[in-house]
């Protein structure tokens, strides 16, 4: 039998389309960097950039940029023998305005439906899925058919064995008509009879560790008060719940009553977007460290902090050196900023190593 993954993933892929130039308007930015994008997909490149070996479980289109997307994974250097096209769909593309510090809203190009929600259980991996050392699954992926079944049975297929992680990863818009948490809509329920809550209260039944902020956890349990978010989290199933609190930091509390609330690492925000899919790679990386619970946190928080000080997602995902310099000097150091639009499709924004790294212009 094949040595296990260390992660496997399954989720969302796309391609991000960012623009190179921060606080412009969408409608006048006339020059972006192409980046690989998706949660799921950014958490396993997190995680490989770690030395973890990762594989994600998806769907593009069959279409340019699906070919640019299976390249870019081989880059990063995660398994892409689980991402399959799909004739019918295109490959999504996602657009971002750049507002630091805190405002950066995205534009989701996934009509009629998106490839990723058309993963069937009938092709998934179950030997590998069951026997990986972590696995991880998203909201997202629940929102429609057949990817919902595909990832509750995959899930089944887990029984509780290993570490998986459940990240809420809450998106109205990709639910039917903008689901409700509760299922409640204008007009009745949701039109195949899933309730979002509902939904999410499988998923639970089923994850050892869950993720989310405040606003995910009150989708999942209905509490957004974080320790009690965390306490209702533990009640629905899980054995490690893990609350994400924006400026005040990370709260984690596990089932044997071990807990860590840690602040957030400073950092000089350029695109916010990102930094939570380094914070799943990291702290996958330090659970299959075994790392007690308080460094797990440290780690990830900085992670995060990392990618926040950069403008791309996957691109930016940070190598363990780089988040332990950040760990002793107790900041992000600043990034060099990215260059105006009349310099973009030569030069790029500056973020080091492999040539994965260095987004792609598009004028």
Request: net charge negative; charged share 25%; glycine share 10%.
């Amino acid at each position: 039998m094949p040595e296990p993954y260390d992660v496997i993933t399954m989720g969302r892929i796309g391609v991000d389309l960012y623009p190179l130039r921060t606080g412009v308007p969408l409608a006048q930015v006339d020059t972006f960097g192409k980046f690989l994008g998706g949660s799921a997909t950014n958490v396993a490149v997190a995680a490989a950039r770690l030395g973890r070996r990762t594989a994600v479980i998806t769907r593009t289109g069959r279409d340019p940029f699906g070919d640019y997307l299976h390249q870019a994974l081989r880059e990063f250097e995660v398994d892409d023998r689980w991402v399959t096209a799909v004739d019918e769909y295109p490959t999504p593309v996602t657009f971002c305005e750049v507002f630091p510090p805190d405002d950066f809203p995205l534009y989701f190009y996934r009509l009629p439906k998106a490839p990723d929600l058309e993963i069937r259980p009938d092709e998934l991996d179950l030997d590998a899925i069951r026997s990986a050392r972590i696995f991880w699954m998203t909201g997202t992926g629940l929102c429609a058919e057949p990817s919902r079944t595909a990832t509750l049975a995959a899930l089944e297929a887990r029984g509780k064995s290993g570490i998986t992680v459940f990240d809420l990863d809450w998106r109205p818009m990709f639910w039917p008509n903008g689901a409700e948490p509760d299922g409640a809509q204008p007009g009745g329920a949701e039109p195949d009879g899933a309730e979002p809550r509902a939904v999410y209260a499988r998923a639970l039944r089923h994850a050892t560790v869950a993720v989310g902020n405040l606003d995910e956890c009150e989708v999942a349990v209905g509490e957004r008060e974080p320790h009690a978010a965390a306490r209702a989290l533990l009640a629905a199933g899980v054995e490690l719940a893990v609350v994400k609190q924006g400026p005040k930091g990370v709260l984690a509390v596990h089932r044997d009553g071990t807990r860590a609330e840690v602040p957030p690492v400073p950092v000089d925000v350029v695109n916010g977007l990102g930094a939570g899919d380094a914070f799943g790679g990291a702290l996958c990386h330090g659970l299959l460290a075994g790392w007690d619970l308080e460094r797990v946190m440290r780690y990830a928080n900085a992670a995060g902090a990392i990618v926040a000080g950069r403008l791309a997602c996957s691109s930016a995902m940070p190598y363990d050196d780089e988040v332990t310099r950040t760990l002793a000097d107790g900041r992000v150091p600043a990034e060099d900023p990215p260059p105006e639009p009349a310099t973009a499709p030569s030069t790029t924004p500056s973020t080091g190593r492999s040539s994965a790294r260095s987004p792609e212009a598009l004028s």
